[in-house]
């Protein structure tokens, strides 16, 4: 008898540390407030009885909750996958009260001839039993429907173990004194209502279908229009170690990538040729001095250029009207010229196809923002203003494709790929990440088919050829070549860097010359002493251009010559001390 009852209370003791060890939620009161637009108010007031096996306690709750605060304890909120998770450190006591606030957007679907109210109560990743249950909704008027409640575990049946009460548009429901709603259950509420219940004017996703319709109708567009007007084979660099025969240098951004072309290397190549030479005092002017006139042996459009820029006098200043006169007729002259030798007059429109690409991009933004931002009546300003953001978005990563072409290629670069991170982000935030993708995409490619500017004709792409080709040659020449092409030719370095800016490999084609002695550049006069490295004369180029193009030289410059300055000026205190 004795072994009987020691068996017995070895059970009991068992079976109690057992029931002492789980998690239960001893009462769960749920409160939801629905506006007149559809969007819910959740506050969720909860008992936990816990364990102390666990250093942490999670539970569910909605996965689009918004405005989320938490009284009672400090918790951590992580989203990603079905839900919003909430986990928090358990208590010493082993109980808790939590009261948890949250905001639902859109919880009122418009279903054409009526409404519906969907609401999830008790989602089913609870970890635990709940002991006692209750709800209230409350709507912003009465109604006539009776709400559907279903369980995960009973489904319709649940009614049978809540006491149901609605009056004055309030639905209460309490779980019976002797029934325990079991771990993982899942409640949910449902509520037919008569069209405009609720105003869903503002309600959100409602042109979503239209505007991803809109956005395949665009891309469908956009291909067909590049294999009706634009399409063209891929341009071959075809290898050689001089540039194109009478290229001008100013000419070869609107040549190679349909760009503005630009005076200042216009200037400087002419000065290798021996035209003109260029002079800047200690105070940054920098004056243009002509040395012969410009023949037959130039181009009609360089020798315009030329004339109007010494139409007063031998001497020009770039900081005159007569210079920034011939900057406004370089690009004028320059694209009349090479636009119909390059450019075919039967192909379409690089602009037309870049504007369509950008406006499939804003559709297809609209629909996003349309998810994304809360259903209340300013909603439409902020979706135009986020719309129109995302537009410049798409057209920023169309310039992905010819970034290096471009002057400034790194920060085009980085402003590109910031505005690709940002429409994949918008995309995924409003779980429309396959179509953001494809309209990234769609953008990517435009950039890269119009990296050459449009359609070419023949000649057209033979000097894109041989254009790449140089370039290529620029960035791969060994300094073993160079020493050899600088004992036949010392200005070699001064009269190709400007082929290389222009094409975008200056600093490559400079570190071919590092720890090679040049002869003083015969086109340029600086104040101190002649650059003998191509890395001290590269600095100095890259000052005169900026003066040549009106633009501020780079700070990283600017404090260099500051510091080359002190430094000269100590060392002549210190000789007239001495």
Request: include cysteine; charge should be positive.
């Amino acid at each position: 008898m004795r072994r009987l009852l020691l068996v017995l209370a070895v059970i009991l003791l068992l079976t109690g540390t057992v029931w002492a060890d789980g998690d239960a939620v001893t009462e769960m009161k749920t409160e939801c407030t629905v506006s007149k637009d559809g969007s819910s108010a959740v506050v969720l007031h909860v008992r936990l009885n816990l364990a102390a096996d666990d250093p942490s306690f999670s539970f569910p709750i909605a996965p689009n909750a918004k405005d989320i605060t938490v009284s009672g304890a400090d918790c951590r909120v992580s989203r990603g996958g079905k839900y919003t998770v909430l986990t928090f450190d358990r208590p010493a006591s082993g109980k808790a009260e939590l009261t948890v606030s949250y905001r639902l957007d859109q919880t009122v679907t418009d279903l054409g001839s009526g409404q519906r109210l969907d609401l999830t109560l008790l989602y089913p990743d609870w970890p635990c039993p709940v002991n006692r249950f209750a709800v209230q909704v409350t709507l912003p008027k009465e109604f006539e429907s009776v709400p559907t409640i279903l369980s995960g575990y009973y489904g319709d049946l649940i009614d049978n173990y809540l006491d149901v009460r609605i009056s004055d548009g309030v639905i209460r429901a309490e779980l019976n004194e002797k029934q325990t709603l079991q771990d993982h259950e899942a409640i949910r509420i449902s509520l037919d209502l008569p069209e405009n219940y609720f105003d869903l004017r503002y309600l959100a996703g409602k042109t979503v279908a239209t505007d991803r319709l809109l956005f395949l109708l665009l891309l469908v567009l956009c291909v067909g229009y590049w294999l009706v007007f634009l399409r063209a084979r891929p341009i071959r660099p075809k290898r050689q170690a001089m540039p194109p025969e009478g290229s001008s240098v100013g000419a070869i951004p609107y040549a190679l990538a349909a760009r503005k072309p630009d005076l200042a290397l216009m200037v400087v190549q002419w000065a290798s040729l021996g035209y003109l030479t260029i002079s800047r005092s200690r105070g940054g002017r920098i004056l243009l001095n002509r040395q012969i006139d410009m023949g037959n042996e130039r181009r009609e459009f360089e020798i315009d250029i030329f004339r109007a820029l010494f139409r007063r006098s031998n001497c020009c200043g770039v900081r005159g009207d007569v210079y920034r006169h011939a900057k406004a007729l370089c690009e004028e002259k320059t694209t009349n010229y090479w636009k119909g030798r390059i450019f075919s007059r039967s192909g379409g429109s690089p602009l037309l196809l870049r504007l369509i690409a950008a406006a499939a991009g804003m559709a297809l933004c609209v629909a996003c923002f349309d998810l994304l931002v809360a259903p209340k009546s300013w909603r439409w300003f902020v979706i135009a203003a986020l719309t129109l953001a995302g537009g410049c978005c798409c057209w920023l990563v169309q310039r992905i494709g010819g970034c290096l072409l471009r002057r400034h290629a790194v920060r085009t670069a980085v402003l590109a790929l910031a505005a690709l991170v940002f429409l994949l982000v918008v995309g995924k935030r409003s779980g429309q990440t396959f179509w953001m993708l494809l309209c990234v995409l769609l953008q990517l490619a435009v950039g890269l088919a119009l990296r050459c500017g449009g359609k070419r004709t023949k000649a057209g792409r033979g000097l894109a050829s041989e254009l790449l080709g140089y370039r290529r040659y620029l960035v791969s020449v060994s300094s073993a070549s160079v020493k050899r092409i600088l004992n036949s030719d010392p200005q070699y370095y001064y009269r190709c860097l400007p082929y290389a800016e222009a094409l975008r490999v200056d600093r490559v084609f400079t570190n071919s010359f590092e720890k090679i002695e040049l002869e003083p550049c015969d086109w340029l006069e600086w104040e101190g002493k002649p650059a003998k490295t191509a890395r001290a004369f590269y600095v100095r180029y890259v000052r005169l251009m900026a003066g040549l193009r009106g633009e501020r030289e780079p700070l990283a410059l600017r404090m260099r010559a500051k510091k080359g300055s002190r430094q000269t000026s100590n060392t002549a205190r210190r000789a007239r001390s001495s």
